[in-house]
């Protein structure tokens, strides 16, 4: 089946961090630091939220709040409903955060995410960055979230997943540059610690992943690619061994993530650099990922 995209919303500047909340999408507008929603039944869109320190990825979590990782802000929080905002992570070992960028729970209710680094336009602390390192961490909730190192062998690590069985984390190692890795990995999760990783996919020397969801059958779908170079801007559907079950082109020039949505988690809503916001109607269903 071709996966068809039509454009719901936008263009606004450059959208991210995707998640259906049951009845809509609420996805980021990272240069404006807002949060928009999109109404999947009216075709509405409105801003949801301000101010947001150039929110990337968003996840709703066990308590069913509204998580983000802060770019600007440099850290990992929670939107409450009165308009406050409960701080998840901003440090590590005395120095600030990098730039959070995407982030997972798991069964257990841990928050784990990435903390990159991008040069934007609309991010601006390239020079005054405190920590030597660009990991993925893992924030183990209780009367204060408790922040764990979880990678040492990331250099950018991008968007990532945790697996139904809660066995693996699907890191995207994106970095760019010529001699950069740019990998789909897979790390298993051994009680409180990584393993080794398996490189699933090697995207070198082409723009590598950036965005992840899951369908329910634990395959992983992810945006790859861009117009100027190797297969042009793309989804595609790997297996949890890494094989390429299928490749879809898609409309925006650099997409940057994905989730599944509808009534039946059966439609694929899209966002990137064209700053808009697409869906396309799919023969797959979404897995909303735990809780």
Not at 66 to 75: D, I, P
Not at 98 to 116: H, I, K, M, Q, V
Request: aromatic share 10%; net charge negative; glycine share 14%.
């Amino acid at each position: 089946m071709s996966w068809e995209f039509e454009r719901v919303a936008g263009p606004f500047e450059t959208t991210e961090g995707p998640v259906w909340d049951g009845d809509g999408v609420l996805f980021t507008d990272m240069p404006t630091s807002r949060i928009m929603r999109y109404d999947a039944t009216t075709g509405g869109c409105e801003t949801f939220r301000t101010d947001t320190g150039n929110a990337n990825g968003l996840k709703l979590g066990p308590d069913g709040g509204l998580y983000a990782c802060e770019m600007g802000g440099r850290r990992v929080v929670r939107y409450e409903d009165d308009g406050g905002v409960t701080v998840v992570a901003d440090g590590f070992e005395g120095g600030r955060l990098n730039s959070p960028n995407d982030l997972a729970f798991d069964a257990e209710g841990r928050l784990w995410f990435t903390d990159p680094f991008y040069d934007t336009d609309w991010v601006e602390h390239g020079d005054d960055l405190d920590l030597d390192h660009r990991s993925v961490y893992r924030a183990d909730p209780g009367d204060d979230w408790t922040l764990t190192r979880m990678t040492h062998d990331t250099t950018n690590p991008n968007g990532l997943l945790v697996a139904p069985d809660d066995g693996t984390l699907y890191v995207a190692q994106s970095r760019y540059g010529e001699d950069n890795a740019r990998e789909l990995r897979a790390y298993p999760i051994d009680g409180d610690e990584l393993g080794p990783y398996e490189v699933l996919h090697n995207f070198h020397p082409h723009r590598g992943i950036d965005g992840m969801c899951l369908d329910e059958a634990g395959n992983v779908v992810a945006t790859a690619g861009a117009d100027e170079s190797g297969p042009g801007p793309m989804l595609y559907v790997f297996a949890p061994s890494g094989r390429v079950l299928e490749t879809h082109p898609v409309p925006d020039p650099r997409p940057t993530n994905c989730c599944f949505g509808g009534d039946d988690l059966g439609t694929l809503y899209l966002t990137g650099y064209d700053g808009c916001l697409y869906r396309a109607e799919t023969d797959r269903t979404g897995y909303l990922g735990a809780p």
